[in-house]
């Protein structure tokens, strides 16, 4: 096949040393908590896990997939030494130009090496772990992609939402209000007509990516995966939906979801470290339809504490994005953005400034936290003068310290868009919650009296440098 899969990108991050192979772990406890452990560390590996007992050999868990920078550089084609904060430049860009190349339909491949329909559908032949001791169940959708086709449009949207399995051709997804995945099926229920859905757990991780990011409604993000891959994907058919399936995936299913057929989901350990969804009613997908390739890998991104497998990928991200609206809602002067890890890529932005005008300041950090790409379960928005590096945790918490007055430059906003999975959400029924803007920046109206800064200046540091270098720690 043309298409880079994801046996190409683990031949990769092997030869990276970015790839550890564990086997003999079963999937009850061990390999989650082997994940989990590696997940708390930045230089960790991804864990390619064999021979998990009661499985056949070969039958595999490939999880901690994008919680190393290096690993996403390399998914993404970008010289793998690439800094973090230089992904930030690269999603800029990718949203401003995102190159579009539309998937082609070929008549088989790999995916299609084992494919089994109706009564002989089990789903319970892939090793899926129990991701976290309190998990409800087995979650086979973690890293995947959730296609369905809009019923009016004939639009493709593919989104990752988790997918509990519970039987052998039994599956639940999770889609919150408001996600594409979710407005597709209720159009389908509204009509009293059930929602043909179509998942695939082991992909490129680059295509994988685009089902976690916030692709504008009516886009195929196909198109957007090839974009990334540099290369149009090729699908092939589901037998029984229709619906565009990776050619070379590793593993998919498709079925239907039929109105008001709802199951027992969850819980799952979630995103923001927590298990504030709790466990509730979710749409069944009845299979009729399992293919996978031989040896089959399945994929997993797993949430967790943060930073969990879609920090730093989504964390990027979310900076380029809420940077771009920033400027597209007439903010100028934007130096820099960042999403801190320890929030998952949602709950906490920082954006730093050169101030411009009085008001400047607060205005970058309301419209951070309700633009599209920041509103989202956001908790803290600061902003910083463009002398701090937002990237910087702790120079963003010594202007929090030196340049906030909490009687004008904090502000407090309620009824916000926020999800059940944040802990401190309202309510389940009522999943909005409260947040703050703080304003880190110099005191307009004293900004040229306030007290000079004890550092050496940028000037001093550069001519320094030229001359000691070697007497020196690196600069940036
Ligand atoms: C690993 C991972 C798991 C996710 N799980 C869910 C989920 O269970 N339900 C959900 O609504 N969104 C989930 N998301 C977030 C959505 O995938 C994300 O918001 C995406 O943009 C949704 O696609 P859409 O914009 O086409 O609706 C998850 C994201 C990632 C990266």
């Known amino acids: 096949m043309a298409n880079k899969d994801l046996r190409a990108w683990i031949e990769e991050i092997e030869a990276a040393g970015e790839l550890r192979n564990v086997t003999g772990a079963e999937r009850e406890e061990e390999i989650g908590a082997i994940v989990d452990i590696h997940m708390r560390k930045m230089a960790n590996p991804a864990v390619l896990f064999d021979q998990v007992p009661g499985y056949p050999k070969g039958y595999r868990v490939l999880a901690n997939i994008l919680t190393s920078v290096p690993r996403i550089n390399i998914a993404l084609g970008l010289a793998v030494d690439t800094p973090e904060i230089a992904l930030v430049e690269y999603w800029r860009d990718y949203m401003k130009d995102a190159p579009s190349i539309p998937p082609t339909t070929v008549n088989g491949g790999p995916l299609l090496e084992n494919v089994s329909t109706g009564d002989d559908v089990d789903i319970l032949k892939i090793p899926t772990p129990r991701w976290h001791e309190h998990d409800g169940g087995y979650y086979i959708g973690t890293a995947c992609m959730v296609i369905m086709k809009d019923p009016d449009s004939g639009w493709i949207n593919y989104g990752a939402y988790r997918i509990q399995a519970h039987d052998r051709n039994v599956a639940s997804v999770m889609t919150s209000k408001g996600k594409h995945g979710n407005l597709i099926l209720d159009k389908y229920h509204q009509r009293g007509e059930p929602c043909p859905i179509a998942v695939v757990v082991g992909m490129h991780p680059a295509v994988f990516m685009v089902a976690g990011l916030e692709i504008p409604y009516g886009k195929n993000e196909y198109d957007c995966a090839g974009g990334l891959l540099g290369e149009s994907v090729e699908v092939i058919e589901g037998p029984a ?41 979710e749409p069944a997908i009845r299979i009729e339809t399992l293919m996978h390739r031989n040896d089959p890998i399945l994929l997993g991104a797993i949430p967790a504490v943060p930073p969990n497998d879609d920090t730093f990928y989504r964390g990027t991200y979310r900076a380029g994005a809420v940077w771009n609206q920033l400027e597209a809602a007439g903010v100028p002067e934007v130096k820099g953005v960042w999403s801190h890890e320890a ?30 790409a920041g509103a989202y379960a ?23 310290c030196t340049r906030f007055d909490p009687l004008e430059d904090l502000e ?20 909005r919650n409260a947040r703050v803007v703080i304003d880190a920046c110099k005191p307009w109206s004293r900004r040229e009296t306030f007290p000079i800064v004890a550092r050496t200046s940028k000037e001093l540091e550069e001519k320094i440098r030229a001359k000691w270098s070697k007497d020196l720690p690196p600069g940036g």
């Open 241 to 281: 939906t229709g619906l565009p399936l990776p050619a070379n995936a590793e593993i998919a299913f498709e079925g239907w979801v039929h109105p008001g057929d709802l199951i027992d989901e969850g819980p799952l350990g979630e995103w923001t470290g927590y298990y504030a969804g709790g466990a509730g009613k």
């Open 343 to 372: 929030g998952g890529s949602r709950m906490w932005l920082t954006v730093s400034i050169k101030q411009m005008y009085g008001g400047h300041s607060k205005q970058a950090g309301l419209i951070a936290s309700q633009c599209h």
């Open 378 to 400: 956001n908790r803290w928005v600061v902003v910083v003068d463009d002398d701090i590096n937002p990237a910087n945790m702790n120079d963003v918490v010594w202007a929090m």
């Open 412 to 431: 407090t906003l309620r009824g916000c868009w926020s999800t059940r999975l944040d802990p401190m959400a309202y309510s389940a029924d009522d999943p």
